[in-house]
């Protein structure tokens, strides 16, 4: 039993007893939602075909090295932070040569082809920064299903998480600035961040089991406020019992939990909005699981189960004061 849940057990175990109700049957929370299938959350990218022949034509522009180096067995098999690492220095050297004197020295041939692979690759480039991301495995994992709950104690690698969503957020808002600043060695070290664990999973797997708990707690308060000698069974006045019982370490980890979660999921909700509008099958994985406002995800279900849990409190101590 994991220490979230050994600390929710406790809460309950505590309640029963004061309430004098019989300790609840526990059930299993279901898993989180399958992350969509790779076909089902990439972006479609048609491919840029262009001889070297016509790329030398612009190698004023600095490209045919870069395009050479991406074309070479190692560039057609680097993962996909490298390749939006690739498609971004492409761009930006695209940009500032359409933006130089280099278009009027051209042969009006070769300054049609500069023009029309410098219009295509600025409307890819939010495309590639998609798929970069939601190609990569240290993001997939992140939504493993094969985790566990987060754990009350177990604080590893959440704040360089959260720098590695915050970064990633600025390098998408910023892709089409060329003062900013880029570098491969950055986005790997917060890819890697993000590898760590499945921080994501473990935040919803958290939540539920809470939201889980919090109902067979809730469920303990309304039977004593259905009896009609509810207020008899209790073993010391509903205050102090509501005292007593928010004290416990539950409601710390509840606390704990919440602002964790809420930080989290609004970090993943601004990454997601710096992005182009998502496939259909990954909108609906965020409407249904990283949702803010829906309240069936974990988190407003969560606030919800935790909302009721005081209300019974509220009218508990009303009615038996």
């Known amino acids: 039993m994991g220490e979230g849940q050994a600390k929710l057990v406790e809460y309950q175990q505590a309640l029963a007893e004061a309430l004098g109700q019989p300790r609840p049957e526990r059930g299993t929370p279901s898993n989180i939602g399958a992350f969509p299938d790779r076909n089902e959350r990439l972006l479609t990218v048609a491919g840029t075909r262009e ?3 016509n790329v030398y034509a612009l190698r004023e522009c600095r490209i045919t090295s870069l395009v050479a180096a991406r074309n070479n067995q190692l560039g057609r098999v680097a993962p996909p932070s490298q390749q939006w690492i690739y498609e971004l220095e492409l ?3 695209l940009h500032a040569c359409w933006h130089s004197n280099v278009p009027d020295s051209l042969s009006e041939s070769a300054r049609s ?3 029309r692979v410098t219009r295509t690759k600025t409307e890819q480039l939010p495309k590639v920064s998609w798929n970069s991301l939601f190609d990569s495995e240290e993001w997939v994992g992140n939504f493993s299903r094969a985790s566990s709950p987060l754990m009350p104690g177990d604080t590893r690698g959440i704040e360089a998480q959260l720098d590695a969503l915050a970064w990633l957020r600025q390098a998408t808002l910023h892709q089409f600035n060329p003062e900013w600043r880029h ?3 950055t986005l790997e070290g917060h890819l890697k961040s993000l590898r760590s664990r499945p921080l994501t999973a473990e935040v919803l797997r958290a939540l539920l089991l809470a939201e889980q708990r919090l109902d067979e707690a809730t469920a303990l308060l309304a039977a004593t ?3 009609e000698s509810g207020c008899l069974a209790l073993t010391a006045s509903p205050e102090e ?6 004290d416990m370490e539950a409601f710390d980890w509840l606390d704990r939990l919440e602002a964790l979660a809420t930080r989290w999921l609004e970090a993943i909700d601004g990454l997601f909005d710096s992005h182009l509008p998502p496939p259909d099958a990954v909108a609906s994985y965020r409407e249904r699981w990283l949702s803010l406002e829906n309240p069936h995800a974990p988190l407003p279900a969560f606030r919800q189960a935790r909302g009721e849990h005081g209300r019974h409190w509220q009218a508990l ?5």
């Open 51 to 53: 001889s070297m022949l």
């Open 91 to 93: 761009w930006r050297r």
């Open 113 to 115: 082809r500069l023009e």
């Open 183 to 185: 570098e491969s060695a």
């Open 225 to 227: 406020l259905e009896s």
């Open 241 to 246: 019992l509501q005292q007593r019982m928010t």
């Open 317 to 321: 101590v009303e009615r038996c004061r």
